[in-house]
């Protein structure tokens, strides 16, 4: 079975310009989250989807991020514009719903450096 | 409000000894669950043991355990048999049921080093 997929592995902007990252979560799971973990931090929760409804975007810099799962699969992260303290590794996860205490699987994440 | 506490920023361990990984976690839910993740340099974050509040019996999954103490709200990761492979960052996270939303909230980490 594959993982998460996430994509791009690495990015490196300047500031003020846009990013997206992807993630194709793992087959039949339809709770998807996005994480951003800073250095030497444990992950904070952006954005949870249930199917395609976001659930919890209270952690999310609406000003500059928004987040979109079409179709209740793949989903898209984008900042715009990216600032300096954006630098750090964005993880998805996603986990199948029964319980709501089903663990998440992560991808391997992206690394963005804003410059 | 949730909060996941891991007190120790590294640990080292010789091979093939045991060690333990503390945590202590908040919350005012009755209903919770307690996780633990594995880090590597790779930066995937790998699922490990899972623990309910109403579980009763301490989780075990192979090398990982998990010592599970209710009144004291501790959640402490025990890993046998250390092997080189188990060094990494490791992270506990809680999920509050109902009123909590189901919101995860990660610990900042132990670094454990295996030595050989």
């Known amino acids: 079975e594959a993982g998460v997929v996430q994509s791009p592995r690495y990015k490196i902007i300047e500031k003020k310009q846009p990013v997206a990252f992807w993630c194709n979560p793992i087959?039949?799971?339809?709770?998807l989250y996005w994480y951003r973990q800073n250095l030497g931090q444990g992950p904070e929760l952006l954005i949870r989807?249930?199917?395609?409804?976001?659930?919890?975007d209270s952690q999310l810099p609406k000003d500059r991020f928004s987040a979109e799962r079409l179709k209740g699969v793949d989903s898209t992260l984008k900042i715009q514009p990216a600032e300096l303290g954006d630098s750090a590794v964005y993880l998805c996860?996603?986990?199948?719903?029964?319980?709501?205490?089903?663990?998440?699987?992560f991808g391997q994440g992206t690394r963005l450096t804003v410059v | 409000a949730q909060k996941i506490t891991q007190t120790q920023p590294g640990m080292f361990v010789q091979e093939k000894e045991a060690v333990t990984l503390d945590c202590t976690y908040d919350?005012?839910?009755?209903?919770?669950?307690l996780f633990w993740y594995k880090q590597p340099s790779s930066g995937e974050m790998i699922f490990l043991i899972y623990?309910?509040?109403?579980?009763?019996q301490n989780a075990t999954e192979g090398r990982y355990s998990l010592n599970f103490q209710k009144a004291r709200k501790s959640a402490n990761l025990v890993i046998s048999a250390s092997q080189l492979g188990d060094s990494a960052m490791y992270f506990c996270?809680?999920?509050?049921?109902?009123?909590?939303?189901?919101?995860?909230?990660f610990g900042a980490g132990t670094r454990l080093f295996v030595k050989a």
């Open positions: 919350t005012s839910d009755q209903s919770y669950g």
């Open positions: 996270a809680m999920r509050e049921g109902g009123t909590g939303g189901f919101k995860t909230i």
């Open positions: 989807y249930e199917n395609e409804e976001a659930v919890d």
């Open positions: 087959s039949g799971h339809n709770t």
């Open positions: 996860a996603s986990s199948p719903r029964r319980t709501g205490y089903e663990a998440a699987f």
């Open positions: 623990q309910g509040s109403y579980d009763e």
